[in-house]
């Protein structure tokens, strides 16, 4: 067995050592005591960790996930080879509100693109469904025309057949209909989400005690932190439980805000990119379904203004947030051991990591300022 030693692991204290044996997979994980000088490959303090997951990215090289048809798997197929350069092992492929036919259809197609994966592309899990029970008043860049009242039978029009493909719905909580909705996504084992909600502390707090288990985009598309008027995140934190995406880009929230929230709530608060179609292609003006998106410094909005997304790599948010912070260890564990648990995937990056090829981690260097990753192999 190979060793690497003073490692330090993303939300953990302390340095460690990593053995890993000849087929190049991580067999032993053991903290080092103070001073020591255990044999192996000094990493000399770097961090080692899972790759990145993404519960929230709207689609990539051109290709929104919703319009998805059978002629675009080749490109699908690229773009997860793409995610996959860029340090993401899995992804959510989030399905904002569209019409039903076409829904129904981008699903047939992921599942399409699940049963030819390969080695060297990032793995599409259950698609993320954001939308259509939105609050109207709260829909953002959703398409007002295809909001739904949430009820059995919109639910059962839009994923009948395909129930044990989607991974997470975002919904809001507070509209007529949406207990029933959620209760019934809960019998399949599909996680419920809160976003583009007008729902205050009350609601929100009932919502949970439902089963609600996360926050879409956090402080977006909802009523903010405010002392008199907490709303759904003081909901959230006073549970503990409830997990918190966050897009850290520093326009969809300030960078003061993103580093409150995961010093308030480190262990719920997790990186989603929130990437649209142009992720990987140059700023400029790029179509979304009949709208124009424009797309400035990795920012998206349409024409009126409206934020819409970002362009930008889930990693760099990562980046961002530890260069805001200071806590590197914290702003990785972030992207990468958080959604895993979200995801039933064991707690600690330790038990994450056991058994994984080191070819498929991440090695992140320099200091919270100045943050790198590379390959780990």
Do not use: K
Not at 136 to 153: D, F, K, M, Y
Not at 190 to 217: R, Y
Not at 338 to 349: C, D, E, K, S, W
């Amino acid at each position: 067995m190979h060793w690497l030693s003073s490692v330090r692991l993303p939300a953990t204290t302390g340095l460690w050592r990593i053995g890993v044996d000849h087929e190049q997979r991580i067999a032993a994980i053991e903290p080092l005591s103070a001073g020591s000088t255990a044999a192996g490959t000094c990493w000399g303090g770097d961090w080692l960790s899972p790759m990145g997951v993404d519960l929230q990215i709207n689609g990539g090289l051109g290709l929104a996930f919703p319009e998805l048809t059978p002629g675009d798997l080749p490109r699908l197929l690229e773009l997860l080879e793409l995610l996959w350069r860029d340090g993401v092992e899995a992804i959510a492929p989030t399905l904002v509100t569209c019409g039903i036919t076409e829904l129904r259809q981008a699903l047939a197609v992921l599942r399409e693109a699940r049963a030819v994966h390969q080695p060297g592309r990032c793995r599409l899990l259950g698609a993320h469904l954001e939308g259509p029970f939105l609050a109207e008043a709260r829909r953002g860049a959703h398409p007002r025309q295809h909001l739904a009242a949430p009820s059995l039978a919109a639910l059962n029009a839009r994923i009948g057949g395909f129930e044990q493909e989607i991974s997470l719905v975002t919904l809001a909580p507070e509209l007529p209909g949406a207990s029933e909705v959620i209760e019934a996504l809960r019998q399949l084992g599909i996680l419920v989400s809160l976003g583009h909600s007008e729902a205050n502390e009350a609601q929100a707090a009932e919502a949970f005690s439902q089963g609600v288990g996360m926050i879409t985009h956090a402080f977006n598309a909802m009523p903010g932190l405010h002392h008199r008027a907490p709303g759904p995140i003081a909901a959230a934190a006073l549970r503990g439980d409830v997990a918190l995406g966050l897009i850290a880009d520093g326009v969809h929230v300030a960078p003061s805000m993103a580093v409150l929230l995961q010093r308030l709530l480190p262990e719920q608060t997790l990186l989603v990119s929130d990437a649209l179609a142009p992720y990987g292609l140059a700023d400029g003006v790029h179509r979304w379904d009949e709208r124009a998106l424009i797309v400035e410094n990795g920012s998206c909005r349409l024409d009126d203004g409206t934020l819409a997304g970002v362009t930008l790599p889930l990693l760099e948010a990562v980046v961002r947030l530890a260069s805001w912070s200071g806590e590197a260890g914290q702003a990785i564990a972030a992207a990468t051991v958080l959604p895993l648990r979200l995801l039933g995937a064991p707690v600690t990056a330790a038990e994450q990591l056991r058994g994984r090829p080191l070819a498929e981690c991440l090695r992140w260097s320099g200091d919270a300022r100045d943050l790198r990753w590379q390959w780990a192999a």
